[in-house]
């Protein structure tokens, strides 16, 4: 079996929404959940202090094909 302590990830999600409108609000709140959470064991463990989030640039903009 694989030690996954030695396996690194890129450090990026991409979300996607079904609606456009939400993007901003969904990112406030995330800003919002990382204040009350700061404290958290979990928040600790996963460095939330130090996450940003942004909204991305246009899926058309996107290379798909070049994700993988």
């Known amino acids: 079996m694989q030690n996954l302590e030695n396996n690194k990830n ?3 999600a ?3 929404f ?3 409108d939400c993007v901003i609000q969904t990112i406030d709140e995330i800003d919002i ?3 009350k959470l700061a404290e ?3 928040a600790v463990r996963l ?3 130090e996450w940003t989030v942004e909204e ?3 899926p058309s ?3 798909w094909a070049d994700l993988n």
């Open 10 to 12: 890129a450090g990026i």
């Open 14 to 16: 991409f979300v996607s």
């Open 18 to 20: 079904r609606d456009k």
């Open 33 to 35: 959940a990382k204040l």
């Open 40 to 42: 958290e064991e979990a």
């Open 47 to 49: 460095k939330l202090d």
């Open 56 to 58: 991305g640039i246009p």
């Open 61 to 63: 903009d996107i290379i």
